[in-house]
């Protein structure tokens, strides 16, 4: 850390290795970031794809698959341990290689410094470091897919005894359990060492005039998601190295006595799965608002941008994030209702869980209030963020009922839970992960993205997620199990058509995706060249070059003068003031 | 042990949002501890390493919680006896190694001690640097005692200490996997001295760029910031010692 900070006066590297590779410039490595949850969520899509086609064509014959995995998908046929395997991976990819990385890791890594008038982060090795190490994880998870009995059974939670057991459990369950542990152990690494970063960066590096009150809501909802980060990986690193003891070392953390798995009595005694749970959860839930949090931030950034307004009410939003922070990590046994606890821990986790609703609907109202009036500019971006709000608030409607232990001991077990979980925190950061690409893009790469694609893609994923997402709090209501691969002669076949609907709808909203992700690199190379502040925005980053040059600010130093909001009074035929304009008029309420 | 920017107060009527102020603020919005020409100056290069090391510990102490709740946890939960479908309880203490813990304790505490003594010895050197460069100035030798290399040297007495109260705990019959109890004695000892180990590199790095006579005032914070970091390894040794040894 001491030899970092002498380091933090770098120059501008020329070999190509120092340049792209193991570059510690906060930009490269953010993009680094970036494109890492690119390819993951392609990959993670294209699984998902699979699981929807096995539910509802449990015999089709899907090509190459039988290649991949001879044991799993025999003639490319899904078994239906197969199939859990892929919902595994799915889940796993998604939740830390696409939400945890890209909204923090990625945006955060590019914009965090320059938003502040820094440099670079506090400790750049550190900053390489730290992706390096979540680039071996996700090596280490989708080596999982080649490995021979294929990846683990046991989902992206890894639930013990399932997945402590070893083999013996199912296929998946030996060396692909392990890699798996492996691979969130070295993500907990990496993403302790960025949270390190961004706080110390937060904290310590504002250039002159940057009071925390004048940050941008992004660099705010950074640095709250990586104090979460802080607080919540170092509990499933701790998870995770027993999990690995008791699949290695013959300890009995999570393994209970006289377990019996297939027929053949464990030697363990006394440990119990419900310890994974509580400590998986004590990460897990706070997890999930470290993927969503980042997109507040956004989200809160980008409708203030274009509705030509301030945000309304910044310091309330300010306060919210910090108390939905604080609240994430009182509501974990909300995940376990059903674990058996007592009806009274229930109760007391029941209560945290629907206040927690109480800051995030008045951050949702504040957005609306944000865009109330506004001269709104409906580019791509910003009807991705609009989007988000959409979505959000629809998922979060349904945390509302699974926030009940009494609702919730029904549909835990049910597709309402994912539909539900998918709208809020799923499709909401992805949304959010749009808006900044639209948003940053031509800081980014120095071009603009094309907006017809952008708007093609935005609505069809936008009534695409709907449609996939929105059925499922209905057959959830309904009863319909999930985890099952298929309902062939189940008493849940009328709902089958639902289901195709579904798969329908999800096939045709991941094959849009390909129009973003061709619209990403076609403009990367062939779009037209973006002005410094394409968007006539306030803050830091639109007064460098796009793209900015390697010191961010060409040797120069930022001053601030203003806040990161003040739009709407006209002067000079501009609508807005510069955070560094020291001659700026603030806006008047 | 690091200090936060100081609130920032604007010297003009408020007139902008948010509490923000029109006019630049008289100081430096966050830690702009820098010269104005943008290159750091020792100072603020120390503040930067000691406020890195303060949320470093963070994850480190998260990391022990977990495992002291799993602890207490494990330690509270009955096991059902197969014989006779009753819960019994089945924590079967371990017998420690405790006079040669103690050793180790002392061991670290020295230790502790001398990385103290190589901080401050370090800190004066940095401070009469440029007066040592003035010519005709002598201050006597620059070299002190050798307070770093004895840090290490006694850290790595406390690592073999540890191996050998391993070795001796094998010797009555507790392996990893013998009990809980002796499960999380071994976890516990072993993280503390995985995380022990990382300083004594860092701590050896120190030692080797002191003799390759690198400028003082680099070779400082290195110093810094690993004494700090080897004080909390020092506490966190103690905190699991009491743990393992009054919650039997």
Redesign the interface.
Not at chain 1, 202 to 211: A, E, F, P, Q, S
Not at chain 1, 230 to 235: D, E, G, K, P, Q
Not at chain 1, 269 to 272: A, D, E, I
């Given at each position: 850390?001491?030899?970092?900070?002498?380091q933090?006066?770098h120059t501008a590297p020329t070999g190509f290795i120092r340049k792209y590779i193991f570059s510690l410039d906060h930009k490269v490595i953010g993009k680094q970031y970036y494109f890492l949850a690119i390819a993951s969520v392609f990959l993670g899509m294209v699984l998902s794809w699979l699981v929807r086609i096995h539910l509802v064509w449990p015999n089709v014959h899907v090509w190459g698959l039988g290649a991949l995995s001879p044991a799993g998908a025999p003639g490319g046929v899904i078994s239906p341990e197969y199939y859990l395997s892929l919902l595994t991976i799915h889940g796993t990819l998604m939740v830390f290689f696409v939400l945890t990385t890209a909204p923090q890791a990625g945006f955060g890594n590019y914009a965090l410094p320059i938003q502040?008038?820094a440099?670079d982060m506090?400790?750049p090795t550190l900053n390489m470091l730290s992706f390096w190490v979540t680039f071996l994880a996700l090596c280490a998870l989708v080596s999982t897919l080649f490995v021979e009995d294929g990846p683990p059974i046991s989902g992206w939670t890894a639930y013990p005894p399932l997945s402590a057991v070893g083999s013996l459990a199912g296929p998946g369950q030996g060396m692909g359990q392990n890699l798996w542990a492996v691979s969130i152990a070295l993500f907990c690494i990496g993403s302790?060492l960025g949270?390190?970063n961004f706080?110390?960066t937060?904290?310590?590096?504002?250039?002159?005039?940057?009071?925390?009150?004048?940050m941008p809501l992004t660099c705010w909802a950074w640095l709250i998601t990586a104090i979460l980060s802080?607080?919540?990986?170092?509990?499933l690193?701790?998870?995770c190295?027993?999990l690995i003891?008791d699949r290695n070392?013959?300890?009995?953390?999570f393994l209970?006595?006289?377990l019996l798995v297939n027929g053949q009595l464990q030697n363990h005694?006394?440990?119990?799965p419900l310890?994974w749970q509580?400590?998986f959860w004590?990460f897990g839930h706070p997890e999930v608002y470290i993927a969503i949090v980042p997109g507040f931030g956004v989200i809160s950034h980008v409708l203030s941008v274009f509705s030509r307004k301030?945000v309304l009410g910044?310091?309330v939003i300010v306060t919210c994030l910090l108390a939905i922070g604080f609240l994430s990590f009182t509501v974990w046994g909300h995940h376990m209702f059903l674990s058996g606890m007592s009806p009274y821990s229930g109760f007391l986790f029941s209560i945290p869980t629907l206040i927690i609703t109480i800051p995030a609907t008045i951050v949702s109202l504040l957005w609306l209030g944000t865009v109330y009036g506004g001269k709104l500019r409906f580019t791509t971006c910003m009807m991705f963020a609009l989007g988000f709000v959409s979505v959000f608030v629809t998922g979060g409607l349904g945390g509302m009922f699974l926030a009940q232990p009494s609702l919730d001991i029904f549909l835990h077990g049910t597709y309402f839970v994912v539909g539900h979980f998918h709208m809020v925190m799923g499709v909401a950061a992805i949304f959010g992960m749009f808006a900044g690409t639209y948003f940053w893009f031509p800081k980014m790469f120095g071009r603009m993205m094309n907006e017809r694609l952008g708007k093609i893609h935005f609505w069809i994923t936008f009534i695409g997620v709907y449609c996939i997402f929105m059925p499922m709090h209905f057959i959830g209501l309904e009863g319909m199990p999930r985890r099952y691969s298929s309902f062939v002669n189940d008493l849940m076949q009328p709902l089958m058509p639902v289901h195709k609907f579904m798969t329908i709808a999800a096939l045709i909203t991941g094959a849009a995706q390909f129009i973003f992700l061709f619209n990403l690199f076609w403009s990367m190379y062939k779009g037209p060249k973006a002005p410094e502040n394409p968007w006539e925005s306030t803050t830091l980053e639109w007064t460098v070059p796009s793209p900015p040059p390697f010191d961010n600010f060409g040797?120069k130093?930022p001053?601030?003068?203003?806040?990161a909001?003040?739009y709407g009074d006209v002067h000079n035929g501009k609508d807005y003031v510069m955070q560094t304009d020291?001659a700026g008029?603030?806006?008047k309420? | 042990m690091a200090t936060l920017s100081p609130p920032v107060t604007a010297h003009v009527p408020q007139t902008g949002k948010h509490g923000g102020s029109s006019l630049p603020p008289v100081y430096g919005g966050g830690g702009d501890g820098g010269r104005g020409d943008g290159s750091l100056d020792d100072g603020s290069r120390l503040r930067r390493a000691r406020l890195g090391l303060a949320v470093a510990i963070v994850p480190i102490v998260m990391l022990f919680v977990a495992f002291t709740s799993a602890y207490i946890v494990r330690q509270g939960l009955p096991t059902l006896d197969e014989k006779n479908h009753t819960y019994v309880r089945d924590w079967t203490p371990v017998t420690l190694p405790v006079a040669l813990l103690l050793v180790n304790t002392g061991l670290l505490l020295l230790s502790s001690i001398a990385a103290e003594l190589a901080r401050r010895q370090i800190t004066r050197q940095a401070a009469l640097a440029p007066v040592r460069s003035i010519p005709g100035v002598s201050l006597g030798p620059g070299k002190g005692f050798p307070w770093l290399g004895i840090t290490v040297v006694l850290g790595a007495g406390f690592l073999t200490g540890q191996w050998i109260a391993w070795r001796l705990l094998a010797e009555r019959g507790f392996y990893l996997a013998t009990s809980a109890s002796s499960s999380f004695v071994y976890l516990l000892t072993a993280t503390h001295a995985v995380h022990l180990m990382g300083g004594l590199f860092v701590l050896l790095y120190a030692a080797t760029v002191s003799l390759l006579r690198k400028p003082v005032e680099a070779r400082r914070i290195v110093v810094d910031v690993t004494a700090w970091y080897w004080h909390f390894m020092f506490l966190l040794w103690v905190y699991i010692f009491a743990l393992v040894w009054f919650v039997r």
């Open positions: 850390m001491a030899m970092e900070a002498q933090h006066q502040i008038g440099e506090a400790f302790l949270a390190l706080i110390t937060t904290v310590d590096l504002r250039c002159k005039g940057m009071t925390l009150m004048r802080l607080l919540s990986f170092a509990v690193f701790a998870a190295v027993l003891l070392a013959g300890t009995s953390f209970p006595s006289g005694s006394g440990g119990s310890l509580h400590l004590f301030p910044y310091k040797g130093h001053v601030v003068y203003h806040d909001y003040e020291p008029q603030p806006a309420s | -």
